[in-house]
């Protein structure tokens, strides 16, 4: 990892603290997968993908979570649960925040869905 995304991590981190998420896990790997962040609200866990992009000519940052990155991300959810089995109750939601080259967040609720 970058510095630049490591700094839109923590950026989207202290972003979705301030809206009353609680932090699970931050960068979680696994075979052919990492969830940026793994964040709790209320009952739900929320998989965050982080995008940072400096440039907006390259395309859309919620443009670039197509459905191959979908994919993984779905796969390294099901992992982290089957590793974590005491949310395996929790309803999962994912989320993907965008960090632009001025530092302005833009967050993205149920980005997509797992089916």
Not at 2 to 11: D, F, I, P, V
Not at 107 to 115: I, R
Request: charged share 30%.
């Amino acid at each position: 990892m970058n510095l630049l995304g490591a700094a839109a991590e923590t950026q989207a981190q202290r972003h979705l603290e301030r809206h009353g998420l609680r932090l699970v896990a931050r960068n979680w790997r696994c075979p052919g997968g990492e969830l940026d962040l793994v964040m709790r609200e209320r009952d739900t866990l929320v998989m965050v993908e982080v995008r940072k992009r400096a440039r907006s000519d390259y395309g859309d940052a919620f443009e670039s979570v197509h459905g191959r990155k979908r994919g993984r991300l779905i796969r390294a959810a099901g992992m982290f649960l089957a590793a974590h089995p005491e949310y395996a109750r929790s309803e999962v939601r994912f989320d993907v925040v965008a960090v632009d080259g001025k530092g302005a967040v833009d967050w993205l609720k149920a980005a997509f869905e797992s089916n």
